[in-house]
Protein backbone atom coordinates (compact mmCIF):
# COMPACT_ATOMS: atom_id res chain seq x y z
CA UNK A 1 0.00 0.00 0.00
CA UNK A 2 0.74 3.48 -0.12
CA UNK A 3 3.14 5.25 2.43
CA UNK A 4 2.55 8.15 4.53
CA UNK A 5 4.72 9.43 7.09
CA UNK A 6 3.57 12.24 9.46
CA UNK A 7 5.33 14.51 11.70
CA UNK A 8 5.69 15.66 14.56
CA UNK A 9 4.04 12.21 16.31
CA UNK A 10 2.69 13.95 19.50
CA UNK A 11 3.22 17.83 20.86
CA UNK A 12 1.80 19.27 23.47
CA UNK A 13 1.78 22.95 22.90
CA UNK A 14 0.17 25.94 24.92
CA UNK A 15 -2.70 27.87 24.25
CA UNK A 16 -2.71 30.64 21.24
CA UNK A 17 0.07 29.59 19.59
CA UNK A 18 -0.23 27.64 16.73
CA UNK A 19 1.54 24.17 15.23
CA UNK A 20 2.15 22.77 11.77
CA UNK A 21 1.75 18.99 11.29
CA UNK A 22 3.82 17.76 8.21
CA UNK A 23 2.64 14.95 6.13
CA UNK A 24 5.37 13.13 3.54
CA UNK A 25 3.27 10.56 0.83
CA UNK A 26 4.97 8.34 -1.65
CA UNK A 27 3.84 8.93 -4.95
CA UNK A 28 1.12 6.20 -5.58
CA UNK A 29 -1.28 8.91 -3.90
CA UNK A 30 -3.28 11.13 -5.73
CA UNK A 31 -5.71 12.87 -3.38
CA UNK A 32 -4.90 13.82 0.27
CA UNK A 33 -6.75 14.82 3.41
CA UNK A 34 -6.65 16.11 6.75
CA UNK A 35 -9.06 14.52 9.75
CA UNK A 36 -9.53 14.87 13.21
CA UNK A 37 -10.03 12.27 15.82
CA UNK A 38 -10.84 13.00 19.18
CA UNK A 39 -9.98 9.92 21.39
CA UNK A 40 -12.41 7.06 20.71
CA UNK A 41 -14.47 9.00 18.74
CA UNK A 42 -14.69 8.26 14.56
CA UNK A 43 -13.05 10.44 11.68
CA UNK A 44 -13.88 13.82 11.11
CA UNK A 45 -12.98 15.07 7.67
CA UNK A 46 -10.98 18.52 7.72
CA UNK A 47 -10.50 19.69 4.17
CA UNK A 48 -8.99 17.80 0.77
CA UNK A 49 -5.52 19.24 0.39
CA UNK A 50 -5.46 20.44 -3.10
CA UNK A 51 -2.14 20.90 -4.96
CA UNK A 52 -0.92 23.66 -5.80
CA UNK A 53 -4.25 25.55 -4.51
CA UNK A 54 -6.57 26.03 -1.00
CA UNK A 55 -7.81 23.43 0.44
CA UNK A 56 -11.52 22.32 0.07
CA UNK A 57 -12.97 22.58 3.73
CA UNK A 58 -15.37 20.82 5.23
CA UNK A 59 -18.42 22.39 6.93
CA UNK A 60 -17.37 24.01 10.45
CA UNK A 61 -14.03 24.03 9.39
CA UNK A 62 -12.29 27.37 8.44
CA UNK A 63 -9.07 28.07 6.52
CA UNK A 64 -8.40 30.92 9.12
CA UNK A 65 -8.31 28.08 11.80
CA UNK A 66 -6.75 25.06 10.18
CA UNK A 67 -4.51 26.56 7.15
CA UNK A 68 -3.23 23.50 4.55
CA UNK A 69 -0.58 23.69 2.09
CA UNK A 70 0.00 20.96 -0.83
CA UNK A 71 2.43 22.74 -2.64
CA UNK A 72 3.46 19.51 -4.56
CA UNK A 73 1.92 15.93 -5.11
CA UNK A 74 3.54 14.49 -2.34
CA UNK A 75 3.43 17.09 0.73
CA UNK A 76 0.94 18.34 2.54
CA UNK A 77 1.19 20.57 5.53
CA UNK A 78 -1.84 21.29 8.19
CA UNK A 79 -1.68 24.26 10.86
CA UNK A 80 -3.35 24.40 13.92
CA UNK A 81 -3.69 28.27 14.76
CA UNK A 82 -4.07 29.74 17.87
CA UNK A 83 -5.09 26.89 19.36
CA UNK A 84 -7.22 26.15 22.37
CA UNK A 85 -7.74 23.17 24.66
CA UNK A 86 -10.39 22.59 22.65
CA UNK A 87 -8.30 21.74 19.50
CA UNK A 88 -7.27 18.66 21.79
CA UNK A 89 -7.44 15.90 19.39
CA UNK A 90 -5.64 13.59 16.90
CA UNK A 91 -4.60 15.17 13.56
CA UNK A 92 -4.24 12.20 10.73
CA UNK A 93 -3.04 12.84 6.88
CA UNK A 94 -4.46 10.45 4.50
CA UNK A 95 -3.58 9.78 1.18
CA UNK A 96 -6.43 7.93 -1.35
CA UNK A 97 -4.78 5.89 -4.61
CA UNK A 98 -6.79 4.26 -6.87
CA UNK A 99 -5.00 1.02 -6.12
CA UNK A 100 -5.06 1.10 -2.33
CA UNK A 101 -7.93 3.24 -1.28
CA UNK A 102 -6.93 5.27 1.56
CA UNK A 103 -3.97 4.88 3.42
CA UNK A 104 -3.45 6.89 6.79
CA UNK A 105 -0.16 8.19 8.79
CA UNK A 106 0.01 7.50 12.35
CA UNK A 107 -1.64 10.78 13.43
CA UNK A 108 -0.38 13.88 15.42
CA UNK A 109 -1.72 13.66 19.22
CA UNK A 110 -1.95 17.31 19.85
CA UNK A 111 -2.78 18.33 23.66
CA UNK A 112 -3.11 21.96 23.91
CA UNK A 113 -2.54 23.39 27.52
CA UNK B 1 -28.32 10.84 4.02
CA UNK B 2 -24.44 10.85 4.63
CA UNK B 3 -24.53 9.02 7.83
CA UNK B 4 -22.87 5.38 8.34
CA UNK B 5 -24.94 3.65 11.81
CA UNK B 6 -22.52 1.71 13.45
CA UNK B 7 -23.02 -0.96 16.57
CA UNK B 8 -22.27 -1.87 18.57
CA UNK B 9 -20.17 0.55 20.66
CA UNK B 10 -17.56 -2.18 22.02
CA UNK B 11 -18.02 -5.66 22.27
CA UNK B 12 -16.02 -8.27 24.19
CA UNK B 13 -15.78 -11.71 22.82
CA UNK B 14 -13.79 -14.42 23.60
CA UNK B 15 -11.37 -16.29 21.95
CA UNK B 16 -11.90 -18.51 18.89
CA UNK B 17 -15.90 -16.62 18.51
CA UNK B 18 -17.23 -14.96 15.64
CA UNK B 19 -17.03 -11.07 15.86
CA UNK B 20 -19.80 -9.12 14.45
CA UNK B 21 -20.25 -5.41 13.43
CA UNK B 22 -22.87 -4.30 12.11
CA UNK B 23 -23.54 -0.71 9.65
CA UNK B 24 -26.13 1.01 7.67
CA UNK B 25 -26.49 3.85 5.24
CA UNK B 26 -28.44 5.73 3.51
CA UNK B 27 -27.16 7.50 0.90
CA UNK B 28 -27.65 5.10 -2.33
CA UNK B 29 -24.98 6.83 -3.91
CA UNK B 30 -22.56 4.92 -2.26
CA UNK B 31 -20.82 2.17 -3.89
CA UNK B 32 -17.59 1.38 -2.34
CA UNK B 33 -17.49 0.27 1.88
CA UNK B 34 -14.45 -0.49 3.39
CA UNK B 35 -13.51 -1.52 7.31
CA UNK B 36 -10.57 -0.03 8.95
CA UNK B 37 -8.52 -1.59 11.94
CA UNK B 38 -7.22 0.70 14.10
CA UNK B 39 -4.75 0.32 17.04
CA UNK B 40 -3.95 2.60 19.58
CA UNK B 41 -1.71 5.41 18.84
CA UNK B 42 -1.66 4.19 15.30
CA UNK B 43 -3.61 5.56 12.22
CA UNK B 44 -6.54 3.35 10.78
CA UNK B 45 -5.63 0.70 8.37
CA UNK B 46 -7.35 -1.13 5.47
CA UNK B 47 -8.76 -4.58 6.63
CA UNK B 48 -11.44 -5.54 3.84
CA UNK B 49 -13.50 -3.35 1.27
CA UNK B 50 -16.55 -4.49 -1.17
CA UNK B 51 -18.63 -3.22 -3.74
CA UNK B 52 -22.31 -3.85 -3.53
CA UNK B 53 -22.24 -6.10 -7.21
CA UNK B 54 -21.24 -8.78 -4.23
CA UNK B 55 -22.94 -9.91 -1.60
CA UNK B 56 -20.37 -11.30 0.51
CA UNK B 57 -16.07 -10.79 0.22
CA UNK B 58 -13.99 -13.35 2.35
CA UNK B 59 -10.13 -12.53 3.19
CA UNK B 60 -8.70 -15.31 5.46
CA UNK B 61 -10.67 -15.21 8.51
CA UNK B 62 -12.39 -11.13 7.83
CA UNK B 63 -15.69 -11.43 6.05
CA UNK B 64 -17.89 -8.50 4.86
CA UNK B 65 -21.51 -9.48 3.96
CA UNK B 66 -23.35 -6.99 2.31
CA UNK B 67 -27.00 -6.45 2.23
CA UNK B 68 -27.71 -3.71 -1.09
CA UNK B 69 -31.72 -3.63 -0.35
CA UNK B 70 -31.70 -3.34 3.30
CA UNK B 71 -28.81 -0.85 3.00
CA UNK B 72 -26.59 -2.40 5.45
CA UNK B 73 -22.91 -4.37 5.77
CA UNK B 74 -21.69 -6.29 8.07
CA UNK B 75 -18.11 -7.47 8.92
CA UNK B 76 -17.70 -10.64 10.34
CA UNK B 77 -14.13 -12.02 12.25
CA UNK B 78 -13.59 -15.92 12.85
CA UNK B 79 -11.88 -17.65 15.06
CA UNK B 80 -11.34 -14.16 16.80
CA UNK B 81 -7.88 -13.43 18.44
CA UNK B 82 -6.19 -11.65 21.32
CA UNK B 83 -4.37 -9.92 18.36
CA UNK B 84 -7.55 -9.13 17.13
CA UNK B 85 -8.56 -6.37 19.81
CA UNK B 86 -8.83 -2.92 18.69
CA UNK B 87 -11.61 -0.41 17.15
CA UNK B 88 -13.00 -1.30 14.11
CA UNK B 89 -14.34 1.42 11.29
CA UNK B 90 -17.17 1.06 8.89
CA UNK B 91 -16.92 3.60 5.81
CA UNK B 92 -18.43 4.92 2.87
CA UNK B 93 -18.25 6.33 -0.29
CA UNK B 94 -18.46 6.80 -4.08
CA UNK B 95 -15.89 4.62 -5.86
CA UNK B 96 -15.22 7.35 -7.88
CA UNK B 97 -15.00 11.75 -7.92
CA UNK B 98 -14.19 13.16 -4.64
CA UNK B 99 -13.32 9.82 -2.98
CA UNK B 100 -14.61 11.39 0.12
CA UNK B 101 -14.81 8.55 3.21
CA UNK B 102 -18.12 9.13 5.72
CA UNK B 103 -17.06 6.76 8.77
CA UNK B 104 -19.23 4.95 11.20
CA UNK B 105 -18.60 6.01 14.64
CA UNK B 106 -16.32 2.65 15.62
CA UNK B 107 -16.47 -0.42 17.70
CA UNK B 108 -14.13 -1.14 20.39
CA UNK B 109 -13.20 -4.95 20.09
CA UNK B 110 -11.45 -6.76 23.11
CA UNK B 111 -10.88 -10.69 22.67
CA UNK B 112 -10.36 -12.37 25.61
CA UNK B 113 -7.64 -15.01 26.18
Known amino acids: SAVISQKPSRDICQRGTSLTIQCQVD?????MFWYRQQPGQSLTLIAT?????????ESGFVIDKFPISRPNLTFSTLTVSNMSPEDSSIYLC??????????FGSGTRLTVV | QQQVKQSPQSLIVQKGGISIINCAYENTAFDYFPWYQQFPGKGPALLIAIRPDVSEKKEGRFTISFNKSAKQFSLHIMDSQPGDSATYFC????????????FGTGTRLKVLA
Open chain 1, 94 to 103: SGHSLNYGYT
Open chain 1, 27 to 31: SQVTM
Open chain 1, 49 to 57: ANQGSEATY
Open chain 2, 91 to 102: AASKASGTYKYI
